[in-house]
């Protein structure tokens, strides 16, 4: 399975100079391709190298050889993206200065705690920073492709890692992970992660945003676009603390398998006012679930999904369709109490655990005869 680590580089002044140098370069390797795809509807990348190679080359004589293949190769995955149909008109992408700059194992080294770049100046050897984990991925993993990215005055080498897979796991448990607007994940166990402090914090966000919108002034604009980059940030380290912490627990009941709910309509589900809905679309599931899959299958735990429908309203004990509010979930048939969301983790649990003894599941609730 292919893993992405980032490594923040440790720069010397000339270092980060001479990469500055070589991004400049590479943009335009990619700005002066865009012709000649547009011109011959191409973006193979075996064919540009016949139809634009020397060009390229002429113009750009700083810029390596094996790095204006590798603009081939971003430009083509540029276009490859688009899905352009054969009625449609080829679009011309923008390069920016800025952009990220495309390596491949013959123009960057990894060894140790060593980096070694190609730029056009010569190459560079310097040192990194990275996590733990992202470091341990490194030991037992082959290195791939690479982007190296320019934050401000940061300098980041995004890396593509092959790592051997994990046998997935044949005995175990399962657990069931319902994903709401009030928690954003309740396990079947009863651990719920996010509430209130969480709600609260995108609140803030909201209310800034809104006041920043109603301004319009170019400032407010700039101050919008810097907060929304907070807010993101945000959210994407709260989905990784949940999934690892999700992850962790599977581990702990030794599970064999996470029952995820397929998120098809999850917005036009959750009904709510104009607050809630707005939060709705503040908030990404379904990277909270791409995250829980690639942490579980690191440890052998399979991860499957299964149609929802239902086990928001259908009591986990009797399945009998019962009566919600809030946090609370009453089964009139039953007499039964129980916290919302854990009721419908638990639904998912059950529709979990058919899919994996292979007997279809049929999401409908019984519903008692007055």
Not at 3 to 9: F, P, W, Y
């Amino acid at each position: 399975m292919k893993r992405t680590i980032s490594l923040k580089l440790t720069l010397s002044q000339e270092q980060s100079d001479d990469l500055i140098e070589t991004q400049l370069a590479f943009s335009n390797a990619c700005k002066q391709t865009i012709p000649f795809v547009i011109e011959n509807r191409c973006w193979n990348r075996v064919a540009l190298h016949h139809l634009c190679y020397y060009k390229i080359r002429e113009n750009i004589p700083s810029l390596g050889s094996q790095m204006v293949c590798n603009a081939f190769q971003k430009v083509c995955s540029s276009y490859k993206v688009l899905k352009i149909k054969k009625s449609q008109d080829v679009p011309s992408i923008t390069f920016k200065d800025t952009a990220s700059v495309h390596y491949d194992k013959r123009t960057y080294t990894l060894k140790g705690n060593i980096l070694s770049l190609y730029t056009v100046n010569g190459r560079i050897k310097c040192g990194f920073k990275t996590g733990f984990f992202q470091l341990e991925y490194l030991k037992d993993s082959v290195v791939k492709e690479a982007e190296l990215i320019r934050k401000g005055k940061r300098w980041f080498f995004n890396v593509v890692l092959d790592i051997p897979d994990v046998p997935i796991k044949k005995e175990g448990t399962i657990i069931a992970i319902d994903v709401g607007e009030n928690n954003i994940a309740t396990t079947s166990n009863g651990t719920i992660h996010g509430g209130g402090k969480l709600r609260h914090e995108r609140d803030k966000f909201l209310e800034r945003r809104g006041k920043l919108q109603s301004n319009g002034s170019q400032s407010a604009r700039r101050c919008l676009k810097r907060i929304s980059g907070i807010e993101r940030r945000h959210v994407k380290k709260t989905n990784h603390i949940i999934s690892k912490a999700i992850v962790k627990e599977a581990v702990e009941k030794d599970a064999k398998v996470i029952v995820l709910e397929k998120l098809t309509n999850i917005r036009k589900r959750i009904k709510g006012k104009k607050r809630i809905r707005s939060r709705l679309h503040r908030w990404s599931w379904y990277e909270l679930q791409q995250f829980v899959e690639y942490k579980a299958q690191a440890c052998g735990i399979d991860v499957v999904y299964v149609n929802p429908a239902y086990t928001s309203q259908t009591c986990s004990k009797c399945d009998c369709l019962g009566s919600r509010h809030k946090h609370l979930f009453k089964c009139s048939n039953c007499v039964s109490y129980q916290h919302s969301d854990r009721n419908a983790a638990i639904n998912l649990l059950k529709l979990g655990e058919s899919v994996v003894s292979s007997t279809a599941p049929v999401n409908m609730p019984m519903v008692m005869a007055v």
